[in-house]
């Protein structure tokens, strides 16, 4: 495929196809204990693409009908070869469900390279469902349809949000079956990320007493991530510092929009705090903080309202890790730096949920108490909080669009006269205010029903959907009236949908 030319700022400049990305491959010139050299397995059956990310595609500078060239689908099959690419698996550990795993690594996935668009960015580029590798643990090393759409749909909807994630390209399937709790067919989702380095990489090389090489990861970590640590006396310690506010601010934003990754093992915790590793992830509909979308979570570990708690777990692991290059005193400052972090960003989000441009004490009891009256009454968290905008300041009842969602008028009104109150006390007025709001609080959010209904239909070989649901949530605080339906309450039957590790 030739590559495309287009103007830009008064000159030509030349797209990049997949034939002439420019690759660097960083991590393949590490110690070869970090990674196994892999040849990704050929997808057998007729390949189809199923989904593509044109956003995604424009972080290295592919254009957006890159999707269609001919080598586009053999490299998501593993029947070619990118040019520059070298294919490794990355070894990685982990706490697993609380428990110790000693080795796990990259069992189905494979890093092609790390590629570096016009700007001057590093991206990864990860193909999951590539085979079998060292790591695979009796595995086969495939994904399967079901849970490439629902990342590929997650990652996307994430960036929507402006929450850090992975992102994702595309996705290929076949008609190969593939066993999981029932039998289905063969995937690859093409994603994207900075680095793919977990705690659990830290953890594993530590756990091994290798610590030169654990020593060589926070120095390649250091240089590509965080520059900013090399320069401070104590690299290290200034590395970790980051590492905690970057977790905590990244568990802050979850918790704002009601999302709930479902398995936050060590493993598949992100060094550089981006949301990674999407499997039975949901968002809250009817609120409820012990909401645990994994039904192979039975004790709740992960659910929404624990996340903040298994964030700085995690941490403490990840820092045990470094403790050869970290005094234990000094990483135990950096952990403290966790809640004040978290309590920032967090507070800071949901004030601006409630349209509130200014920071008071009472503040804290009126989001508390909010959140009470939610759960209690099982309200849709992301239809309340678009429809919250409808009060105003000096308002003493709730308006039709609030008391429609909840059921106990009487504390829904003692709630939103204290709110309405609060609301006299700022400066900008309501239109302004409600502008915001609507900035921040999304119409749209990726339910688990909807993500079922576009897995559904892509099974009967119907992929469009996933398309029209990428498409709005890549905008989700947009109105969209032709897609007002996803912006309605689950219905009935999606009460009984379960995800699971699997996903």
Same mark, same amino acid.
Request: glycine letters at 8%; proline letters at 6%.
């Given at each position: 495929?030739?590559?495309?030319?287009?103007?830009?700022?008064?000159?030509?400049?030349?797209?990049?196809?997949?034939?002439?990305?420019?690759?660097?491959?960083?991590?393949?010139?590490?110690?070869?204990?970090?990674?196994?050299?892999?040849?990704?397995?050929?997808?057998?059956?007729?390949?189809?693409?199923?989904?593509?990310?044109?956003?995604? @595609?424009? =972080?290295?500078?592919?254009?957006?009908?890159?999707?269609?060239?001919?080598?586009?689908?053999? @490299?998501? /099959? $593993?029947?070619?070869?990118?040019?520059?690419?070298?294919?490794?698996? #990355?070894?990685?550990?982990?706490?697993?469900?609380?428990?110790?795993?000693?080795?796990?690594?990259?069992?189905?996935?494979?890093?092609?390279?790390?590629?570096?668009?016009?700007?001057?960015?590093?991206? %990864?580029?990860?193909?999951?469902?590539?085979?079998?590798?060292?790591?695979?643990?009796?595995?086969?090393?495939?994904?399967?349809?079901?849970?490439?759409? *629902?990342?590929?749909?997650?990652?996307?909807?994430?960036?929507?949000?402006?929450?850090?994630?992975?992102?994702?390209?595309?996705?290929?399937?076949? $008609?190969?079956?593939? !066993?999981?709790?029932?039998?289905?067919?063969?995937?690859?989702?093409?994603? =994207?990320?900075?680095?793919?380095?977990?705690?659990?990489?830290?953890?594993?090389?530590?756990? *091994?007493?290798?610590?030169?090489?654990?020593? %060589?990861?926070?120095?390649?970590?250091?240089?590509?991530?965080?520059?900013?640590?090399?320069?401070?006396?104590? !690299?290290?310690?200034?590395?970790?510092?980051?590492?905690?506010?970057? /977790?905590?601010?990244?568990?802050?934003?979850?918790?704002?929009?009601?999302?709930?990754?479902?398995?936050?093992?060590?493993?598949?915790?992100?060094?550089?705090?981006?949301?990674?590793?999407?499997?039975?992830?949901?968002?809250?509909?009817?609120?409820?903080?012990?909401?645990?979308? $994994?039904?192979?979570?039975?004790?709740?570990?992960?659910?929404?309202?624990?996340?903040?708690?298994?964030?700085?777990?995690?941490?403490?692991?990840?820092?045990?890790?470094?403790l050869s290059l970290v005094p234990a005193e000094r990483a135990n400052?950096?952990?403290?730096?966790?809640?004040?972090?978290?309590?920032?960003?967090?507070?800071?989000?949901?004030?601006?949920?409630?349209?509130?441009?200014?920071?008071?004490? %009472?503040?804290?009891?009126?989001?508390?108490?909010?959140?009470?009256?939610?759960?209690?009454?099982?309200?849709?968290?992301?239809?309340?909080?678009?429809?919250?905008? #409808?009060?105003?300041?000096?308002?003493?009842?709730?308006?039709?669009?609030?008391?429609?969602?909840?059921?106990?008028?009487?504390?829904?009104?003692?709630?939103?006269?204290?709110?309405?109150?609060?609301?006299?006390?700022?400066e900008r007025g309501d239109e302004?205010?409600?502008?915001?709001?609507?900035?921040?609080?999304?119409?749209?959010?990726?339910?688990?029903?909807?993500?079922?209904?576009?897995?559904?239909?892509?099974?009967?070989?119907?992929?469009?959907?996933?398309? *029209?649901? *990428?498409?709005?949530?890549?905008?989700?605080?947009?109105?969209?009236?032709?897609?007002?339906?996803?912006?309605?309450?689950? !219905?009935?039957?999606?009460?009984?949908?379960?995800?699971?590790?699997?996903?």
């Amino acid at each position: 495929m030739l590559a495309r030319v287009v103007f830009s700022a008064g000159y030509l400049t030349e797209m990049p196809t997949l034939t002439t990305l420019t690759f660097d491959n960083s991590y393949a010139r590490l110690h070869p204990r970090l990674y196994e050299v892999v040849d990704p397995t050929p997808l057998p059956g007729t390949a189809r693409l199923v989904a593509f990310s044109p956003p995604a @595609a424009a =972080l290295i500078d592919l254009d957006a009908d890159a999707g269609s060239a001919p080598e586009f689908l053999a @490299a998501m /099959t $593993n029947a070619w070869r990118i040019p520059g690419s070298e294919p490794i698996a #990355t070894l990685y550990a982990g706490h697993q469900f609380g428990v110790w795993v000693p080795q796990l690594g990259d069992g189905r996935a494979v890093l092609l390279g790390e590629v570096r668009n016009q700007r001057g960015e590093a991206w %990864e580029l990860q193909l999951k469902g590539a085979g079998q590798t060292r790591y695979s643990r009796g595995g086969d090393g495939r994904s399967v349809l079901r849970s490439a759409i *629902r990342e590929f749909l997650a990652s996307e909807a994430l960036a929507g949000l402006g929450i850090p994630t992975t992102r994702a390209l595309a996705v290929a399937a076949t $008609n190969d079956p593939v !066993p999981r709790e029932t039998i289905e067919t063969a995937a690859t989702l093409l994603r =994207l990320a900075p680095t793919h380095v977990r705690f659990g990489t830290f953890q594993a090389l530590a756990a *091994r007493g290798a610590l030169e090489r654990v020593r %060589e990861l926070a120095d390649y970590v250091i240089a590509r991530h965080y520059p900013e640590a090399a320069t401070e006396p104590e !690299p290290y310690a200034a590395f970790l510092d980051a590492v905690v506010e970057r /977790t905590a601010t990244l568990v802050a934003d979850w918790m704002a929009v009601g999302f709930t990754h479902g398995v936050l093992n060590t493993d598949n915790m992100s060094i550089v705090g981006v949301t990674l590793d999407y499997g039975p992830y949901g968002f809250i509909d009817e609120f409820d903080p012990s909401f645990t979308p $994994n039904h192979s979570d039975p004790d709740g570990r992960y659910a929404y309202d624990r996340q903040p708690a298994i964030g700085i777990w995690n941490l403490l692991r990840f820092a045990e890790s470094l403790l050869s290059l970290v005094p234990a005193e000094r990483a135990n400052a950096s952990l403290e730096r966790y809640a004040p972090a978290f309590e920032a960003k967090y507070g800071g989000a949901m004030r601006a949920k409630l349209g509130l441009a200014t920071s008071r004490s %009472e503040d804290g009891a009126l989001i508390g108490d909010l959140l009470e009256l939610l759960a209690a009454n099982r309200v849709d968290y992301t239809r309340f909080f678009r429809a919250l905008a #409808t009060v105003a300041g000096g308002d003493r009842i709730a308006a039709p669009a609030l008391e429609s969602l909840v059921g106990d008028r009487a504390a829904l009104d003692a709630w939103v006269a204290r709110y309405g109150k609060r609301l006299e006390s700022e400066e900008r007025g309501d239109e302004a205010r409600r502008a915001a709001m609507s900035r921040v609080n999304p119409k749209y959010v990726l339910r688990n029903y909807l993500a079922q209904e576009a897995i559904d239909r892509a099974r009967e070989g119907e992929f469009d959907e996933i398309e *029209r649901l *990428r498409s709005v949530l890549a905008d989700p605080f947009a109105e969209h009236p032709e897609h007002e339906r996803y912006a309605g309450p689950a !219905p009935a039957w999606a009460r009984d949908l379960v995800v699971s590790c699997s996903s």
